[in-house]
């Protein structure tokens, strides 16, 4: 890491430089609660060669996290990455964020992103795709705002079985227009369609639902689609396991208006949570409505194929009062990432993955059953991830796990608070458990 100390005398220039008599004076907004009470206890100067010996000795206390099996997801997957989406990330050309403004000096970025839209809008089925935002969380806020453009009404459903974090982000995105954001129920690990026929009404602008569910459960988007017009409601489909497209029906064909999807399994690792890449896909007629920007293709003087960047609705393109959102950065080095695995894995490589996802967690879960120290707590269909109720302490379920080199699965109730939740894991399984991963988790958990 590079930093540069400044001595006392540059101190005084810089306060001297921006009017401030003192640095006291300079953080004097900063409340009193805030500021560190006693100073750091920074150890005195050392050689650069042993300050390398002391952090390669710190550094020997972590723990390997590549030599353990993951078992939990909750919205980070661990996926097999081919070494070729490593090695072309590492070509100079790419590092960079920056959102690529001159087409002219941007054409094979400009071209990784075009070519991404097009995989996500075939995956989808959607005909417009925004190809870079942040992250799933932020995107399904964004989606949100759309829907309030687009249908000038200010109240949201949001189901309970969307990630929680999600949910935390639409409330801290919405809190200035206030919005009404009902809560929809679950019944049976699905959402309660029940009790969504008598929340929807003609005010209300999306209802917002996640598939797979938080708790690994497919719900019946086809279903849900036809309630939600019937009363001139948009659709909101959230992804937050983008792979499990491989195998569910596309959003576009069951009626979905708005697609909001975490990438990160797309080629991405889990990154201590970030950063990650999320897209927006939706239809050609609420295209004026988009947050961000896309990458269009057009031809140049010369009738050469070109890519240029369009429909730059930001505050810094055009009046603050006409921006659709205030997204910057362009997470390009993930949009690449995705790309190159997309590419590689093609339409039946996606498949065959999304396949044994879902075949390596129906097994597992039968192998757990099996024991006898677990039992099912919603009956519905799920991807690849599930709920069990333990008979034992989850507490000695994650320490076994962990002595054997397992990360364990999401304790639930850390989100839901109802009692049946109680004792009760979320397990998740990717393409990197084999079968024999498997079988020793049954058998561990079985002693």
């Known amino acids: 890491m590079r930093y540069i100390p400044t001595t006392e005398e540059q101190k005084k220039n810089m306060l001297k430089e921006i009017g401030v008599p003192s640095f006291e004076a300079l953080i004097e907004s900063v409340p009193q609660n805030l500021r560190l009470k006693d100073k750091l206890n920074i150890p005195k100067a050392m050689s650069e060669s042993e300050l390398e010996d002391k952090i390669f ?16 997801g909750a919205g980070s997957y661990r996926h097999f990455i081919p070494e070729a989406v490593k090695f072309l990330l590492q070509r100079e050309e790419f590092w960079t964020c920056y959102t690529p403004y001159q087409p002219e000096l941007s054409q094979g970025t400009l071209q990784s992103i075009f070519e991404y839209q097009s995989y996500i809008s075939r995956l989808t089925k959607m005909e417009v795709i925004i190809p870079s935002i942040y992250d799933g969380a932020s995107a399904t806020a964004e989606a949100a705002l759309m829907s309030l453009r687009l249908t000038q009404k200010n109240k949201i459903i949001v189901s309970n079985l969307l990630h929680p974090h999600y949910r935390e982000t639409i409330k801290t995105y919405l809190t200035p227009h206030e919005t009404e954001i009902i809560d929809l129920p679950y019944k049976n690990g699905l959402v309660d369609i029940e009790k969504l026929k008598t929340l929807l009404d003609e005010d ?6 996640q598939n797979p569910n938080f708790f690994g459960g497919i719900e019946n988007m ?15 489909n959230v992804i ?10 596309a959003p576009g064909e069951i009626g ?12 991405m690792d889990l990154n201590y949570g970030g950063p990650y890449n999320a897209y927006l896909g939706t239809r050609k007629q609420y295209i004026r409505q988009i947050p961000g920007r896309i990458v269009g293709e ?32 362009n997470h390009n080095l993930n949009v690449l990432a995705a790309n190159i695995f997309l590419s590689l894995m093609g339409t039946e490589g996606l498949y065959q993955i999304s396949l044994l996802n879902t075949k390596s967690a129906h097994y ?3 192998l757990l059953l099996q024991t006898g120290k677990f039992e099912r707590v919603f009956d519905c269909p799920f991807y690849n991830e599930f709920l069990l109720k333990s008979k034992d ?3 000695s379920i994650n320490k076994k796990l962990l002595g054997n080199n397992f990360v364990p699965p999401l304790k639930i109730c850390e989100f839901y608070q109802e009692k049946n939740l109680n004792n009760v894991l979320l397990f998740a399984v990717t393409e990197v458990l084999s079968r024999d991963n498997l079988n020793l988790v049954a058998k561990i958990l079985s002693e």
Do not use: W
């Open 204 to 209: 209300v602008a999306s209802v917002i639902i």
């Open 298 to 329: 057009t031809v140049d003087v010369d009738g050469k194929r070109v890519f240029v960047m369009t429909l730059r609705a930001r505050e810094q393109d055009i009046r603050r009062e006409k921006a659709t959102s205030n997204i910057c950065t």
């Open 393 to 395: 302490d989850i507490s």
């Open 240 to 249: 937050a396991e983008s792979m499990s497209l491989g195998i569910l029906k």
């Open 57 to 72: 000795h710190i550094a020997k206390k972590n723990v390997d996290f590549y030599s353990m099996k993951p078992l939990l």
């Open 222 to 236: 086809a279903e849900i689609s036809g309630i939600v017009h019937s009363k001139s409601a948009l659709l909101i």
């Open 256 to 267: 979905v208006d708005i697609v909001a999807g975490n990438a990160q399994s797309f080629g």
């Open 364 to 366: 597992l879960e039968n």
